[in-house]
C-alpha cells in the first residue's frame, strides 16, 4: 500500500500517470518571470480629451506595479469625483478611463462611470473567480478620520486607491483578463447593471469557511514554503500596524503642538502694541511662528492622506494574502484527503481481491459469492476510477494554487518593495519641505528684525495732537515724553507702515 | 550717591615697588571713561560647591568666581592689573539689593531668578543640578557686565569691592546703612492711590511695566509647553528606529536601508536634547527682561513716593499758611474748631498770645517753605535723572530685544538645517530600497 501511494506520487508511475499541465495558464509571456519596473512615458498616452486626468497619468508610474514595458496593453485611469443625488441616496461616482490594445475589448479606448459599490462588486467577483490568486485590497468603506464622505480631502485620498485598486489589477497577468473586469471597464451604464444582476459567475467551492480556517491549522504537509510566506506576512502586518500607531501618535503630538504655536505667535503681536520701536521685530516673530504653524498643520494633513491610508492599505493587502493561503491550504487538504480515501480503496480493492465472500451478505441473500465478489470489485473499480480522476484534478489544483500564489507573492514583494520605499521617500520629502519652509520663515523674519526700524521721526510726523513738544528730538525728557505718549499712537502708526500684519 | 571712604586696594598681594599708589578707577575716571568695561574685562566663570559646617548644621552653597582684568594699557594700576575672588548667590543679591536702594533713580539690572520658574519639565529645578548652576553662572556675569556698563552704577565703591575687596565687603556695604534709604512698601502702596497730581509719564511707565510682564510671562508659560510637545514629537520618532530595525530582520534586499534609516530615526529622537537646551537661553534672556520690568516699575515707585512728599509738603503749606490768615483776621476759624471754643470759654487771646502764635506760624511756615523746596528740588533731580537712565534703558532694551529675536531665529534656521540634513539621509537610505 505504501508504494501505491508513492506511485501515485511519484511522477513517473506509468500505472497511474499523473498529467503535470504547465502551469501557467495561456496567455501569459514566459518573459513573466523577468519583471521590468516600468516607467510609463506619459506623452505615448496624453490627450486633450483626457487633460483633466493628463497630471495623474504622468503619476501613474508612482502606481504602476512591475510590469515589462513591452506587454503593456492595458492603461486605466480614475479621476473626477462627482456627486450624484437621487431621491433615496446621496453617492459619488468616478470617471474610469481605458485605453487598451487587447483584443478582447471592442475599442481601444473606453470611458464609464464608477461607484465604491461597483468596485466591491468587482473585487468580490474577482476573489470568487481566482480563490488562489491575490486580489489587491480596497480601501475601507467609511474613513474613521474623514467623516464627511463628500468633502474633497476624502474623495481625493478615496481616489488615489481605487485608482492603485485599478492599476495593481491591469498589471495582473491573470486578472486582468477576467471577463468580469472587462465589462467593469467598458459596459455602460444599464449593461453594467444588468450584467451585475444577471451575473453568476463560478460559484466558488471555495468559499472563505471555517473549514477552510481550519484546514491551515490541520495541516500534516504543508510546504515549509508557504508556512514561510505566512509568517512574513503575520511579521509584515504587525510592523505596519506599529508603524501606523507611531504615526498617529506622531500626529497628535504635531497637532497639539499647532495648538500651541497657534496661541504663541499672537502674543508677539499683542506685545507689538506696547512697543514703538520694537513693532517691527515683534511683528516679523509673530509671522515667522505663524508661518511655521501653517506648515505644520499641511504636513499633517499630508501625511494622513499620503501615509497613514497606503499603510493601512497594505495591511489590508496582508489580509488578501492571508486569504489566498488558506485557500490554498484548504485545496491541498482536499487533495490530501482525496489521496487517503484513494489509498483506502485501493486498500479496499487488493482486500476484496483475496476475499472470499461466500460468508458476506450477499451470499446470504442468496447471490454467487463470485458474481458478489464481482459486483464489489467493479463498484470499487469506478470508484477508485473516480476518486483517480478527482485526485488529478486536485492535484493540478494544488499545483496551480501553489504556483499562482507563488507567482503572485513574488509579484507582490517586488510592488511592495517599490511601494515602501516610495512611500517612506515621500515621508521624508514631507519633513524636508516643512522644514525648508521654516527656514525661510526665519531668514525672512532675520531681515525683518534687522533692516532699519521705520524711524521714529515717520511715525512722530503721522501722529501730532498728544504731545506739543514733538518737534524736538532732544535727549530730554520730552524725548521720553514723546515715546510714553506715542505708544498709543505707535500702533496706528504700526498699521500703516506695516501693511501685512 | 553712595558715599563710601574705603578705597579698596587693586593689588591684594600688597604695595608694589612702585611708591605711587594708583588707584586706576580714578585714573579711569580722569581719562574719562564712561564705564568699566571700556577698559576692564570682567568675567563670573567657574562655580563650585562649597560646604560650611557652622553650629553643627551644615550649608552647601555654590560659589562663582569674579574675575577682573584690565585690559587698556593707558590706565595705570599696581600689581598685574587682575583680580578674581569668590562670590555666592546671596552676596549678588545683596549687591543688587544695595544698587536698587542708593540709586532708585536707576533700572537697575535683576539677577537671574532664585527658583526656576516656567521651565520646561525635563529642565532642572535642583540648584545643584549642573545645567542649572551653568545658566545661573551666565546670567550672573550678564548682571555684572550690565552694572559694570552703567555710566553710574560702575562708579560705585561698593560694586568695585564687589569684585575686588576679599575681607569684608558685606561689612562694608552695611556701613553704608543703605537699609534706611528704603521706601517703605506701605508708603509706597499709599503714595500710588493718593497723588493728586502724578506725573502721566510715570502712569504710562507702570502699565508698559505691567503690560511686558504679562507678555513675557505668557511667551514664557506657552513655550515651556511647546518644549514638551516637541521633546514628544521627537522622541516618539525612536520608536520608528525601533520598529524599522525589527522590520529589517525580516526582510531580505531592504534589510540594510532600513537598518540605516534606522540610526537616522534615532539620530531624530535624540536630537531634540540639543534643542531644547539651546532655546532655554531664549528663555533665560526673556526672563531677564521680565525682570527688568519689575526694575522699572521700581523706580515709578520711587517717584510717587517723592511726589508724595512734595504734595504733603505742599498741603502743609497751605494749611499752616490759611492758619495764619484766620489768626491775622482774628476768625476764630471755620464754624467749630478748638481754638474757637477756647475763646469762647476763656475769652479770646490777648495781644501777646496772638502775636506769640503768629510768630510761630511764620517759622513754621518758613520751615515748610523751605521743606517745598526741597522736596520739589529732590522730586525734579530725580525725574531729570530716572528719565535719562529711563531712556537709556529703553535704547537698550530695543537693542537686546533685537538681539534676543534674532538669536532665536537664528537658533530655528540651525535647528531647520539640521531637520533636513537628518530627514535627506533617511531619504537616502529608503532610495537604497
Known amino acids: ?501 | 550717591m553712595a558715599d563710601d571712604d574705603s578705597i579698596p586696594k587693586y593689588s591684594p598681594e600688597g604695595l608694589s615697588h612702585d611708591s605711587v599708589e594708583e588707584d586706576p578707577f580714578e585714573n579711569a575716571r580722569k581719562a574719562d571713561k564712561k564705564n568699566l568695561l571700556q577698559w576692564m574685562e570682567i568675567a563670573v566663570a567657574e562655580p563650585e560647591k562649597r560646604v560650611v559646617t557652622s553650629m553643627k548644621v551644615q550649608d552647601t552653597f555654590i560659589v562663582y568666581l569674579v574675575e577682573t582684568r584690565i585690559t587698556d594699557k593707558n590706565i595705570k594700576y599696581n600689581g598685574d592689573g587682575t583680580s578674581s575672588l569668590w562670590r555666592r548667590y546671596s552676596e549678588f543679591e545683596l549687591l543688587q539689593n544695595y544698587l536698587s536702594i542708593t540709586y532708585p533713580y536707576v533700572v537697575v539690572p535683576p539677577l537671574p531668578e532664585k527658583k526656576a520658574s516656567y521651565i520646561w519639565q525635563n529642565s532642572p529645578t535642583d540648584k545643584f543640578d549642573a545645567e542649572f548652576i551653568e545658566r545661573r553662572r551666565a546670567a550672573l556675569e550678564i548682571f555684572m557686565l550690565r552694572v559694570a556698563a552703567h555710566p553710574i552704577l560702575s562708579q560705585d565703591r561698593i560694586f568695585i569691592g564687589f569684585m575686588q575687596q576679599e575681607d569684608g565687603w558685606k561689612e562694608s556695604v552695611y556701613l553704608t546703612d543703605f537699609q534706611s534709604k528704603a521706601e517703605s512698601r506701605l508708603k509706597a502702596l499709599s503714595a500710588s492711590f493718593r497723588l493728586q497730581n502724578p506725573d502721566r509719564q510715570y502712569d504710562e511707565l507702570k502699565n508698559y511695566c505691567t503690560e511686558l510682564e504679562s507678555n513675557i510671562s505668557n511667551l514664557l508659560k506657552i513655550r515651556a509647553r511647546m518644549a514638551d510637545k516637541l521633546y514628544g514629537i521627537h522622541k516618539i520618532h525612536g520608536n520608528y528606529g525601533r520598529v524599522f530595525n525589527e522590520w529589517s530582520g525580516i526582510e531580505k534586499e531592504m534589510a540594510e536601508p532600513l537598518q540605516s534609516a534606522s540610526h537616522y530615526m534615532n539620530v531624530f529622537a535624540q536630537s531634540v536634547d540639543g534643542i531644547l537646551e539651546e532655546e532655554e537661553q531664549y528663555a533665560d534672556q526673556l526672563k531677564e527682561y521680565l525682570a527688568f520690568a519689575d526694575s522699572l516699575r521700581s523706580v515709578c515707585r520711587k517717584y510717587e513716593c517723592l511726589q508724595y512728599d512734595v504734595e504733603r509738603a505742599e498741603d502743609n503749606l497751605s494749611y499752616k499758611k490759611s492758619q495764619k490768615e484766620m489768626l491775622e483776621q482774628g476768625k476764630t476759624g471755620g464754624t467749630f474748631s478748638l481754638s474757637g471754643m477756647k475763646t469762647k470759654l476763656f475769652g479770646s487771646d490777648t495781644p501777646e498770645q496772638r502775636d506769640q502764635k503768629l510768630k510761630q506760624l511764620d517759622e513754621q511756615i518758613k520751615h515748610t517753605e523751605e521743606e517745598v523746596q526741597s522736596t520739589s528740588q529732590e522730586l525734579q533731580n530725580f525725574i531729570d535723572a530716572s528719565m535719562r537712565d529711563i531712556d537709556r534703558f529703553k535704547r537698550q532694551k530695543v537693542k537686546d530685544l533685537k538681539e534676543i529675536f534674532t538669536n532665536y531665529a537664528v537658533m530655528q534656521i540651525k535647528q531647520c538645517k539640521k531637520g533636513i540634513a537628518i530627514w535627506t539621509s533617511a531619504k537616502d537610505c529608503y532610495t537604497k530600497m
Not at chain 1, 501569459?28 to 480629451?49: C, F, H, T, V
Not at chain 1, 482536499?334 to 489521496?339: G, L, N, P, R, W
Not at chain 1, 461466500?358 to 463498484?379: C, H, M, N, R
Open chain 1, 1 to 501: 500500500m505504501a508504494e501505491s501511494k508513492d506511485e501515485i506520487l511519484s511522477p513517473d508511475n506509468s500505472e497511474d500517470n499523473l498529467k503535470f499541465r504547465d502551469p501557467l495558464i495561456s496567455g501569459l509571456d514566459a518573459s513573466d518571470g523577468e519583471m521590468e519596473s516600468l516607467s510609463l512615458d506619459a506623452s505615448a498616452r496624453s490627450e486633450p480629451s483626457v487633460s483633466r486626468s493628463s497630471s495623474l497619468m504622468g503619476n501613474l508610474s508612482r502606481y504602476d506595479d512591475c510590469v515589462d514595458e513591452e506587454t503593456q496593453d492595458l492603461f486605466v485611469v480614475v479621476d473626477d469625483p462627482e456627486k450624484h443625488t437621487s431621491t433615496l441616496e446621496a453617492y459619488v461616482t468616478f470617471r474610469i478611463t481605458t485605453k487598451t490594445t487587447r483584443s478582447e475589448f471592442d475599442d481601444s479606448q473606453f470611458q464609464v462611470r464608477r461607484r465604491y459599490n461597483d468596485f466591491l462588486w468587482l473585487r468580490q467577483k474577482l476573489e470568487e473567480a481566482y480563490p488562489t490568486h491575490l486580489v489587491p485590497p480596497l480601501p475601507e468603506k467609511h474613513s474613521l478620520r474623514r467623516l464627511d464622505r463628500f468633502s474633497p480631502e476624502f474623495l481625493k485620498v478615496r481616489q488615489q486607491a481605487l485608482q492603485k485598486f485599478l492599476t495593481r489589477l491591469s498589471n495582473h497577468p491573470v486578472l486582468s483578463f477576467d471577463k468580469n473586469f472587462q465589462v467593469f471597464l467598458t459596459a455602460k451604464a444599464w449593461e453594467f447593471q444588468a450584467h451585475k444582476k444577471h451575473g453568476t459567475g463560478i460559484l466558488s467551492r471555495m468559499s472563505d469557511s471555517i473549514h477552510n480556517i481550519s484546514a491551515s491549522y490541520m495541516m500534516k504537509n504543508r510546504s515549509p514554503e508557504f508556512t514561510l510566506i505566512y509568517e512574513y506576512v503575520q511579521n509584515f502586518a504587525e510592523k505596519f500596524g506599529v508603524i501606523d500607531r507611531i504615526s498617529q501618535r506622531i500626529v497628535k503630538e504635531q497637532t497639539d503642538y499647532v495648538l500651541e504655536l497657534c496661541e504663541w505667535g499672537p502674543i508677539y503681536t499683542l506685545w507689538s502694541n506696547s512697543e514703538d520701536q520694537l513693532t517691527t521685530p515683534l511683528l516679523a516673530m509673530s509671522r515667522a511662528v505663524d508661518i511655521c504653524s501653517q506648515a505644520l498643520k499641511e504636513t499633517i494633513e499630508t501625511t494622513e492622506d499620503n501615509f497613514s491610508q497606503p499603510l493601512k492599505e497594505y495591511i489590508l493587502y496582508t489580509d488578501a494574502i492571508k486569504a489566498v493561503l488558506r485557500r490554498r491550504d484548504a485545496i491541498q487538504m482536499e487533495y490530501e484527503s482525496t489521496i487517503d480515501e484513494l489509498n483506502k480503496k485501493k486498500d479496499e480493492r487488493e482486500h476484496v481481491k483475496i476475499s472470499d465472500q461466500t460468508y458476506s451478505i450477499g451470499a446470504f441473500l442468496g447471490k454467487d459469492p463470485e458474481d458478489v465478489k464481482q459486483q464489489k470489485q467493479d463498484k470499487l473499480e469506478q470508484q477508485i476510477e473516480e476518486l483517480t480522476k478527482k485526485m488529478e484534478d486536485l492535484n493540478d489544483r494544488t499545483v496551480c494554487a501553489d504556483t499562482d500564489l507563488r507567482v503572485d507573492m513574488e509579484r507582490w514583494h517586488k510592488n511592495k518593495q517599490k511601494d515602501v520605499k516610495e512611500l517612506f521617500i515621500e515621508a521624508a520629502d514631507r519633513q524636508i519641505l516643512y522644514y525648508e519652509r521654516c527656514l525661510k520663515a526665519w531668514e525672512d523674519a532675520i531681515r525683518a528684525i534687522q533692516a532699519k526700524e521705520v524711524s521714529h521721526d515717520t511715525l512722530e510726523s503721522q501722529g501730532t495732537e498728544n504731545s506739543p513738544n514733538k518737534a524736538s528730538s532732544s535727549e530730554e525728557r520730552g524725548d521720553t515724553m514723546e515715546e510714553s505718549s506715542s505708544t498709543s499712537e505707535a500702533h496706528e502708526g504700526a498699521t500703516n507702515s506695516e501693511p501685512s500684519v
